[in-house]
């Protein structure tokens, strides 16, 4: 294609894009009225087929004709990126979202019972407000990445990581569980382990599990395989990218819907501090509720029986509701795309501490040639200031970051690579480990 056809392309297709997904929002927003146009499957097509369409011209149609690598101009001045009117109110209506999801799923009936003949086919049950939340959460991994993937053709590593995360988030994280529940089985979310699936270790769910034969054994054993075999030796392997970049579906959706987003992680030291704190009180806390849990069951109930009950159902609430969904999706738009990852799951806080004490995973920096563009920590969502280690030619080995391979991508002279080597070899340049900040 020439210049001039490629420019008419894209606001051609951002053009059609904007048409089809207005027409898809309208039905919708028939349905969320209970008003459907078309019922049954027919409607279901006539709705989601033009959005998604709309949706996915909109994300690729500015990258289509370019080369690969990115395109930074007007990042900073785009209100929808840096923080205008736009971003507030996508973020509101995330909030809002979540806030119906966890606690007023009845104002949600209408977008629900749409999905009835989806659910129907997969589940053989009909759809509720979390078979609405997964169709969802998948439809954007999948429409964004699709962004990510045209936007860093070229890039093999995120190439394939973005196909990883698209594939784990349709396959284990929706399709599966459907199926699975089907055949009446319990709804299991295999590439999620305690203490992010918190229950996934507690004793009465996994006597429930093994009580079910076969597959709810299976089930269980790979649990406490995952959790307690599985995650320390992949981690040590591979840092914690193996999981928070390729694998989890917040980190899919951090990666792809949230990557318009990424560079509006706080890069202070303030926020830095905040981060080791919280993340690992996080983790405190689900260590101390799976304990009481446990206590609970051996002591056979009593009081311990109910304050373990008040503290799972606290933890849930709090941890599991508002800051995992409503702020750490909500927020994208305001504080970036990694919140929950960055602040308070308690996955990445063990994997974190893996990473950073004893996995072969660095991302190794040349000095000599870095210019101070300062494009790999703008691009970080951990908020860690790569170009600092760059300047010091030091290696980062960092228990936040995720291995997402961004600060790469970005750097102009190729001063930074993601390796694995030998434990003992990642800190040739410091006298004093663990002294930088962020």
């Given at each position: ?9 894209r606001?051609?297709a951002?053009?059609?894009?904007t048409?089809?997904?207005l027409a ?9 009225l209970?008003?459907?146009f ?5 409607g ?7 959005l998604v369409a709309g949706?996915?011209?909109l994300?690729v ?7 690969g690598g990115?395109?930074h101009t ?5 209100p929808?990126?840096?923080r ?7 973020a509101a209506a995330?909030t809002?979202f979540?806030?119906?999801v ?5 104002h949600l009936d ?7 003949p ?6 053989r049950?009909p ?6 939340y997964?169709f969802?959460?998948?439809l954007a ?17 995120q190439q ?6 698209v594939?784990?988030?349709l ?5 599966i569980p459907?199926?699975?529940r089907?055949?009446q089985?319990p709804e299991?979310?295999?590439t999620?382990?305690?203490p ?8 009465s769910?996994l006597a429930g ?9 299976f089930m269980a054993v ?5 959790a ?5 030796v ?5 840092g914690?990218?193996?999981?928070c ?9 951090a990666?792809t819907?949230?990557d318009p ?6 890069k202070?030291r303030?926020?830095w ?7 690992h ?8 509720v799976?304990a009481?849990?446990?206590g ?9 029986g ?9 933890y849930?609430?709090?941890?599991g509701?508002?800051l995992s969904?409503v702020?750490?999706?909500?927020f994208?738009p ?7 990852c ?8 063990i ?5 950073r004490?004893f996995?072969r995973f660095?991302?190794t920096?040349?000095?000599?040639q870095c ?5 790999c920590s703008?691009?970080?969502e ?8 760059a300047?010091?030619?030091?290696n ?10 961004l600060?790469a991508?970005?750097?102009?002279r ?13 800190f ?11």
């Amino acid at each position: 294609m020439t210049p001039t056809s490629i420019r008419a392309t894209r606001p051609a297709a951002v053009r059609l894009g904007t048409v089809l997904a207005l027409a898809g929002l309208v039905l919708l927003l028939a349905a969320a009225l209970g008003r459907p146009f078309v019922s049954g499957a027919s409607g279901l097509a006539l709705t989601y087929l033009p959005l998604v369409a709309g949706a996915l011209l909109l994300a690729v149609g500015p990258y289509l004709g370019r080369s690969g690598g990115l395109a930074h101009t007007g990042t900073l001045r785009d209100p929808f990126r840096s923080r205008g009117w736009p971003a507030w109110a996508l973020a509101a209506a995330l909030t809002g979202f979540y806030a119906l999801v966890y606690w007023w799923p009845r104002h949600l009936d209408g977008l629900i019972r749409q999905l009835d003949p989806l659910a129907l086919a997969l589940a053989r049950q009909p759809a509720s407000e979390w078979f609405l939340y997964g169709f969802w959460y998948t439809l954007a991994v999948g429409v964004m990445g699709a962004r990510m993937a045209l936007r860093h053709r070229g890039n093999p590593y995120q190439q394939w990581r973005t196909a990883s995360v698209v594939f784990f988030q349709l396959a284990f994280g929706f399709l599966i569980p459907q199926v699975l529940r089907a055949f009446q089985q319990p709804e299991f979310y295999f590439t999620y382990f305690w203490p992010l699936k918190k229950e996934y270790l507690f004793p009465s769910d996994l006597a429930g599990l093994v009580a079910g034969g076969g597959l709810g054994v299976f089930m269980a054993v790979w649990g406490v395989v995952a959790a307690l075999v599985a995650t320390p030796v992949l981690t040590w392997a591979y840092g914690k990218r193996w999981y928070c970049s390729w694998v989890c579906g917040c980190g899919g959706l951090a990666e792809t819907a949230g990557d318009p987003f990424r560079h509006l992680s706080d890069k202070s030291r303030a926020a830095w501090r905040f981060e080791r704190w919280s993340i690992h009180l996080t983790l405190v806390a689900v260590v101390g509720v799976t304990a009481l849990v446990f206590g609970s069951h051996f002591a056979g109930g009593g009081w311990l029986g109910a304050a373990s009950g008040t503290a799972t159902r606290l933890y849930g609430f709090v941890v599991g509701a508002v800051l995992s969904g409503v702020v750490g999706v909500g927020f994208y738009p305001l504080l970036g795309s990694r919140v929950w990852c960055r602040y308070f799951c308690p996955q990445a806080a063990i994997l974190g501490v893996i990473q950073r004490f004893f996995s072969r995973f660095r991302i190794t920096t040349n000095g000599g040639q870095c210019i101070s563009c300062g494009n790999c920590s703008t691009y970080c969502e951990m908020g860690i200031d790569v170009r600092a280690y760059a300047q010091r030619g030091e290696n980062i080995v960092r228990a936040s970051c995720v291995g997402c391979g961004l600060c790469a991508a970005v750097c102009p002279r190729g001063v930074l690579r993601l390796e694995n080597g030998p434990v003992g070899d990642r800190f040739p340049a410091r006298t004093t480990p663990g002294t930088l900040g962020p």
